[in-house]
Nanobody, 113 residues
Framework: VQLVESGGGLVQSGGSLRLSCAASGFAFSAYAMSWYRQSPGKVRELVATITSTGGNTNYADSVKGRFTISRDNAKRTVYLQMNSLKPEDTAVYYC???????WGQGTQVTVSS
């Protein structure tokens, strides 16, 4: 199993970024996927989850209305569209396969004020 995140970077407050997580080594379309984030000194936080078909999604209260999780099963990729970014969104963002507790290496998102 391999999960490879990309798309992080430095953005000003109010800006947008789209993270991608390319998956391989398992039947991607059969599994729910999640995005987590972790800031220095804080516990890792669940940001969003999407079911295998993409029909249902869930979000942390802190990102509802600003972030959107989606997936393209043909491309074996899950996305996190992040809009109206705030400095408190600064963190390393991780892609996770919940069913097997596999994680990507993370991608850094930094939001400047």
């Amino acid at each position: 199993v391999q999960l490879v995140e990309s798309g992080g970077g430095l953005v000003q407050s109010g800006g947008s970024l789209r993270l991608s997580c390319a998956a391989s080594g398992f039947a991607f379309s059969a599994y729910a996927m999640s995005w987590y984030r972790q800031s220095p000194g804080k516990v890792r936080e669940l940001v969003a989850t999407i079911t295998s078909t993409g029909g249902n999604t869930n979000y942390a209260d802190s990102v509802k209305g600003r972030f959107t999780i989606s997936r393209d099963n043909a491309k074996r990729t899950v996305y996190l569209q992040m809009n109206s970014l705030k400095p408190e969104d600064t963190a390393v963002y991780y892609c996770q396969l919940p069913a097997r507790d596999y994680w990507g290496q993370g991608t850094q998102v930094t939001v400047s004020s």
